[in-house]
């Protein structure tokens, strides 16, 4: 920590945000916690905050993100006081960068991977908290842009061809697994002749960089995964392509419900749904009315909710009789719409729906997709320790215990936390105590295992 003079930044906000130093301190374990990150704090530190003492990051950029949630304004971590941050890391840190040329955007994005695999920015990188500003509205209309030549085609089959692989890796093995092969050939391994702007290589990128977002999530890395969702969200606007910019707003949806930034969620839904007004595939329309439903259903609104299920399900049934090109960007598998069809019936308390969505989605999902196959069996088991089930609860808190050695994921991780308070009332229950223990076994291994943090 260090230590300045008096800060008066920070004690104006206090004033504005009629805060005391105990309330600051409470926003600010609230919005760490909810991003996975160990933090404590009481009254006493903000006190020495206002004294000119400055926390470690990600303290500062949680405390700038708790006074805009207060104030209804964008607050900077700069308007804290409390942290000095360098120009090019404070410029890589910007949750939501400005718009450049498309290649600019381009090298922005390789000069990101670097960054984010150095060892000594990388760290600084991955700790950046989520924030709340929304991406701006702009324009989707077709942009000018050189003719494609055989060069940008051979680029782009590459990028394509790698992102389904790396895809494939990810449900497989987890973000933990995957992210550094993401980041290592966007940093390292891109030909210069694939540095162009025609919009094939452009929506190449914007892919890359959407899945460089998702593996971020899944390794607790928020903040960093919002920086790649907003340059895979300007890519896909400079490509032209208007379902990329769907599939990623939809996606910024999903996190940010996953935050509880509930009111952002609806927004960035909504957002995607209204850009895939003028498409005709059945999978993308499917895709963003699941997520839409999704927020309509944490917020109460079941009327909406239940109509836009029917729906997301009269497109997926138009898709499927289609026989669409298979690929991440362009498909929408039946067990992940079943998913999201559970989490509906579940915010609105409809558990025997929910539980028989879940079952319907496990039909449909590969074991050899070990991550939600793994996910669909801990939210089976949660559902069975609502409602007393203990024998089957324990029947998929194994099986969720069998597949979770061979992925690493955040998510995976939660639930493994979440086994340990749902099975914690059924100690005295043999087989709920042996499942207890061989989850702290495995819980243990894995932390051991992953001591030396990724970038």
């Known amino acids: 920590m260090g230590r300045a003079g008096r800060n008066e930044r920070l004690a104006a906000l206090l004033a504005e945000a009629q805060w005391n130093s105990a309330e600051l301190a409470r926003a600010i374990v609230a919005l760490g916690r909810a991003q996975g990150l160990t933090i404590s704090y009481d009254r ?120 389904h692989t790396l895809s494939s890796l990810w449900t497989r093995n987890g973000g933990g697994q995957t992210q550094p092969l993401v980041l290592s050939f966007l940093a390292h391994a891109i030909r210069p002749e694939y540095l162009g702007e025609q919009p094939d290589l452009l929506a190449g990128y914007a892919q890359f960089a959407h899945l460089a977002a998702v593996t971020c999530i899944d390794c607790g890395q928020h903040g960093m995964a919002q920086r790649f969702f907003h340059t895979a969200l300007h890519l896909s606007r400079h490509s032209g392509r208007r379902d990329l910019g769907a599939v990623t707003l939809r996606t910024m949806s999903a996190h940010a419900l996953r935050l509880n930034y509930t009111e952002q969620a609806a927004e960035l839904a909504q957002q995607a749904v209204d850009l895939d007004a003028r498409q005709t595939s059945g999978a993308l329309r499917s895709f963003v009315l699941a997520q839409r439903a999704v927020v309509l259903a944490a917020g109460g609104q079941s009327a909406e909710a239940v109509r836009d299920v029917k729906l997301m399900l009269h497109a997926w049934d138009d898709d499927s009789s289609s026989k669409p090109r298979p690929g991440p960007f362009t498909t929408y598998p039946r067990s992940g719409l079943d998913f999201q069809r559970s989490q509906v019936w579940r915010f609105l308390g409809e558990k025997d729906r929910a539980e028989q969505a879940l079952h319907d989605a496990l039909r449909m999902r590969a074991p050899v997709q070990r991550r939600p196959f793994a996910l669909l069996h801990a939210s089976l088991a949660e559902l069975a320790c609502e409602k007393g089930r203990i024998d089957v609860a324990c029947r998929h808190w194994a099986t969720f215990l069998d597949y979770y050695p061979y992925v690493w994921s955040a998510a995976l991780e939660q639930a493994l936390n979440r086994m340990h308070s749902s099975l914690a009332p059924y100690a005295e229950h043999d087989r709920a105590s042996r499942l207890l223990t061989r989850a702290a076994s495995l819980g243990d291994a894995a932390r051991e295992q992953r001591r030396v943090d990724l970038p």
């Open 44 to 163: 006493t530190a903000p006190a020495h905050w206002l004294t000119g003492t400055r926390p470690r990051p990600p303290t500062p950029q949680l405390a700038a993100e708790a006074f805009t949630k207060r104030l209804k304004r964008l607050v900077t971590v700069s308007d804290t006081g409390l942290a000095n941050e360098q120009p090019l890391t404070a410029q890589l840190l910007s949750a939501s960068p400005p718009e450049a040329n498309p290649l600019e955007t381009v090298k922005e994005l390789v000069t990101l991977c670097r960054t984010a695999l150095d060892p000594t920015q990388g760290p600084v990188l991955a700790r950046r908290p989520y924030a709340g500003p929304l991406p701006r509205a702009a324009s989707w209309t077709a942009p000018a842009s050189p003719p494609p030549t055989p060069t940008s085609h051979a680029g782009s089959l590459v990028l394509g061809d790698l992102t």
